[in-house]
């Protein structure tokens, strides 16, 4: 493993890792250091850049908590990330030095949650398949909806059909929006207060700067009756995913079918082309339970269920792999 080097990331290596993400098999924006240092006062930041004969074949985005490494408890998702290019070998190698490194370092314990498939940009399950030899344990698995809009698109619930109908007779509008403070503040927050007790995720303030770092990526529709708005969702995209991050709508969405008018104009018309739309989680509870209305309501856009993993992985396991390659 002499040809590896793991080097923990600093500010310098700024630009080449985000390089090598924006050119990597299973990375997204969101592993950018912008995106991830938003929030960096909430994380103690450990990243990792690993080399093999001085050139970079993967990072891995993380932090440290309680001497256990996460991959990064601020991001979706992550977990090893690799080249275009890269080899099952070449893998497997650069995850084994990580492995030892952690291990030399006093790092027992690694908490990883790869990216789910459907964002990969070339098929990347060699993780997947480490992470079987390496003995590692399920941790949780969340279950998400989303749409393979290649397929052909099912809406199997008539609420959906009439919504629709009752949006197009009370000529209500999608409209996409470059700030967030109308459906922040007049929708998304009071709902969540209202509902769930709880506050959005990211801040107004964080959510403009991130669109501000990504304005191609993270973008704002709402949906309009006589100028006034009434609904709205904010979406993250990917080279192969649009993802629903924020979804919310006032008290007339019954009445004027706003979120089916607004999911109709973005999966057949906005988004045709990208082959999958994510609605996002239906689990709560670390994966234990589902929350059925909300998967139902997904479904019933012609959304499938997709797990998305976490594993608890031993740093000193990382000899079973010795024997992998014949």
């Not at 996460?70 to 084994?96: C, D, E, M, P, R």
């Not at 789910?116 to 098929?123: C, I, K, L, T």
Request: proline share 3%; glycine share 4%; aromatic share 12%.
């Amino acid at each position: 493993m002499s040809d590896f080097k793991v080097v923990t990331y600093s500010d310098k290596n700024f630009q080449l890792w985000n390089q090598f993400v924006q050119n990597s098999k299973n990375g997204t924006f969101l592993c950018h250091r912008d995106f991830m240092e938003y929030h960096k006062d909430r994380f103690q930041d450990q990243s990792f850049l690993i080399f093999k004969n001085k050139k970079l074949v993967a990072v891995f985005p993380a932090n440290i908590k309680n001497h256990i490494i996460y991959s990064h408890q601020g991001l979706t998702y992550g977990g090893l990330i690799v080249a275009k290019n890269s080899t099952f070998k070449t893998t497997l190698q650069a995850f084994k030095a990580l492995l030892e490194t952690l291990e030399e370092i006093g790092v027992e314990e690694l908490i990883i949650k790869p990216t789910p498939r459907m964002y990969h940009v070339q098929p990347s399950d060699e993780v997947d398949y480490l992470l079987f030899k390496l003995k590692a344990q399920l941790l949780r698995r969340d279950l998400s909806l989303a749409i393979d809009t290649t397929q052909p698109i099912k809406v199997s619930s008539s609420n959906r059909k009439r919504g629709l109908k009752r949006a197009q007779k009370n000529e209500v509008f999608v409209k996409e929006e470059q700030d967030f403070e109308g459906f922040w503040n007049q929708i998304l927050i009071p709902n969540l207060e209202e509902k769930h007790g709880v506050e959005p995720v990211h801040t107004l303030e964080e959510i403009r700067y991130l669109k501000s770092k990504f304005p191609k990526n993270i973008r704002q529709f709402n949906v309009y009756k006589d100028n006034s708005i009434i609904a709205g969702t904010t979406v993250f995209e990917t080279e192969k995913v649009v993802h629903a991050q924020y979804i919310s709508a006032n008290h007339t969405k019954q009445e004027y079918g706003s979120l089916d008018f607004l999911f109709h104009h973005l999966i057949h018309e906005e988004y045709k082309s990208k082959p999958y739309f994510d609605f996002g989680v239906c689990s709560e509870k670390n994966g234990q339970q589902i929350n059925s209305g909300l998967q139902a309501w997904k479904e019933s856009f012609g959304a499938s269920s997709i797990s998305h993993d976490f594993y608890s992985v031993f740093t000193k396991n990382h000899h079973f792999l010795n024997d992998v390659l014949l």
